[in-house]
Structures are given as C-alpha cells and as structure tokens.
C-alpha cells in the first residue's frame, strides 16, 4: 500500500474511532475529536512534539476567526427572543400568507430568523410560536413544523456569518460578501423549494398528541412591546447589509480609495456584528422598556452555551490541522490530481462523508476545508466562494443519530426516532443533494 493510501486509510480509522467514541461509548465530541487527532498524529508519523503542536495551531487559527462571530451572534439571537421581535416576524409573514400558506410563511421565517442565529438557537426561539399558530389553525405539527427547520438548516449550512461557513471562509481565504451574496441565491431558492414539500409530506406523519414541549408551551408568552416588524428585520440584517456593502466597495472603489479601506473595516464581520449587537441593544433593548442591567443579564446568559461550541468548533479546526500536518491533504491532492471530477463535487463528496461519520455540520465543513486546500491549486478555474458554498451543502447531508439537531428536532416535536429519520433525516439529505445541483447551475451562469 502506498504511503498516500496509508494516510487516507488512518484518516478514515480515525473517523470510525470518532464515531464509535461518541455514538458508542457516549463520549463527549470535543474531547471525542482531541483523541482522534492524536490517533491521526502518531500513526501519520508527525514528531510526538509536534502533533499537539499542530492541534493547538488548528484550534487557535479556526477560533480566532469566528469566536467573535458566534459570540456576537449569540448575543444578537437573545436580545431578538427577548424582545419578541421574532414573533412580530411571524404574525407579519402569517399575516401575509395566510394560514393556508403557513408552510411557505415558515419556511421563509425560519430562513430570515437563523441569518444571525445557530440551528439550535433559532428552533428553540421559534417553536413556542409553531405550536401557538397550531393551536389556532388546527394544522398538523409537521405542516409547519418541517418547514421551519428547513430554512434553518439552510441558512445554518450554507450561509455566513454562520461558523461553519465562516471557517471554511477563512481557510480558502474567500470573499465574505460575495460568499453571503451567492450563498443567498443558492440557499433561498433550496428552502423555498424543500420546506413546502416537506411541510405537505408531513401532514402523513401521525404524531402522539402531548409531550412535554407541547404542554411547555400551551401558553403564547405575551411581549408587552414588541419591536415593529421593519425594525426587527434591519436589525437581523443589518451585518449582512454591512458586508456586502464592502464587497461592492472592493468591485467599485480603487484600491487606494480612503472610503474602500473604511467599508473593508465596517464590512468584517467582526465589526459588522459588533456594530449589529450594539444597535440590537437599542432597539431590542432600550426601546423595548428594558434597562441596562436586564441587558447585561440577557447578554450573559446567552454566552455560557456558546463555549461548548466553540470547543467542538475549535477542536474540529484542531483535527484539521493534524490531518494536514501528518500530509493527508497532499496525498488527497496527489490521488485526486489527475481526476476530471469537478472539485465543487469532490469538495460536496469530502464534506458529506465527514458530516456522515461526525454528525457535526460545522466539523464537517471546516474538516474539509482543510483537506481541499492544497486541491484548490489544481482547479484554478473553480471559485473559492462557491467551494465554500458546495462544502456547506455537504455538510447538510444525512443527519442521524449522532447530530444534536436530530435530537432536538425529535424531542421538541414528540417523534420517535423512526419518524425523525423519515422526516428530518430525509429533508437534509435532500437539501444537500438539491444544493450541490443549484452550485453547479451557479457556476455554469458565472
């Protein structure tokens, strides 16, 4: 066996290690992901001094990146929960639609309400409204349920500032703005297009009445007052709305243009979304009736969950580096160089046999990052941006029993694990595959 082989075949061993310690023997991902890093390290062959090294480096490049992101979109997601901001959202959009179209209304809230927020965030700040506009219209849970979730998972997958994304972002040192501005186009038209059909398919779906997420929330919680609706949309984006605003500065502006050098500050995300909270505190915060000492609180209750996050993030950016340290991505680049495949496929195909094996989409996304870097070389004709949004649609794919959104796509909707695997599972191996097909139609139109 070659010595390439050999590297691909213990990056694989490691993968199957990580999914048995986790799914196996319940063991924690972050610490799941350390182990299997130094597995990859010693057998690649890497110095014992320098396989902790390159984990240590892979952790600090991946959070220093997007620390600040995940933490300032935290932030953002509580103030609009609070506010009752996200349900001026959705009795707007409900309002407009109708509650014959309430799939397509949800689809399309779940799409604007996760830009700033994690999957998990956003589920947890919308369900109490599903089950409220369920007990009004008599629709079945999966009608709106589904579809909902489907423009989370999109925007979560594909879209910046999310971690994943912005990982991969930094990795592939990509365009922040025209990343957002493709990615929208891309993952739009996916959420229109899945979340209906799933919504009427889950109409099929018998649900045991009851649970304790139902009862939870029997009672709408009432904000006394509550943003507008044009105010509550600016303010989701307005970091979005910042860094594009940079990227038509870099394509309009000459490069020693003061203005051009001001809008590339304003428009990183960092300062986008620090900018962002800081207006969210006013008009989710002050204007809402609350003081500064409610907000500190809403700001720091909102931050302890992140640091899990933030450790699987940096853990998974720990294993990255490791893989590429041991020569694991050369040996892809090498057994892949001569392949007429396109790497936007190759790129899809990485990133969804990694989310398969971890269940995380933003491992999966900024593993693979990693591992095509050293590929993107050889393809000079394929945009990075769009290999950012083809490795998002990769880590879409098959989530089961070992993704946390599985879990609490089952849990709050009262499913068993057979009806969740039928309905989610499905929605996002779908959604993957559909997503994979609109990159590649993007790419032949650019």
Known sequence: MSHNAQLILYTLVAIGLLVALVVRWKL????????????????????????????????????????????????????LAES???????????????AEKLHWALTV??????????????????VPIVYALLRETRKPLLYAGLPLVTGLACVHSLVPPHPGVMAAI??????VG??????????????????????????????ESGGKFAEQFARPVEHPNPPSFGLTLFTILLPVALMLVATAADLMLALESPLRKWSGFIGHPVTALTVATLFSFYSFGVARGFNAQQILKFSEDCLGPVASVLLVVGAGGGFNKVLIAGGVGTAISELTAGLSVSLLLLGWLIAAAIRIAVGSATVA??????????????HPETKPELLVIALGAGSMILSHVNDGGFWIVKEYFNLTVAQTLKTWTMITT?????????????????
């Open 178 to 207: 025209k990343t957002i501005l493709w990615s929208i186009i891309v993952a739009l038209p996916l959420a229109l297009l899945v979340g209906p059909i799933a919504g009427r398919l889950g109409q099929r779906v018998v649900v």
């Open 365 to 378: 996304i900024t593993a693979a990052a990693g591992l095509v870097l050293p590929i993107l070389g050889n």
């Open 109 to 126: 809230i779940g799409f604007v309400v996760g830009l700033p927020v994690f999957f998990a965030v956003g589920f947890v700040l919308l």
């Open 28 to 79: 924690n991902s972050f610490i799941a992901l350390v182990i299997a890093s130094l597995f990859v390290g010693v057998c690649s062959g890497l110095k014992p001094a320098d396989i902790g090294k390159a984990f240590q480096e892979g952790v600090g490049g991946v959070l220093g990146s997007i620390a600040m992101v995940i933490g300032l979109g935290a932030v953002i997601g509580k103030m």
């Open 84 to 98: 009752g901001g996200a349900q001026q959202i959705t009795n707007t959009f409900v309002r407009v639609f109708g």
């Open 170 to 175: 930094g990795v592939l040192k990509c365009d």
């Open 430 to 446: 779908a959604g993957s595959v559909l997503a994979l097909l609109l990159v590649l139609l993007l790419e032949a139109l650019l």
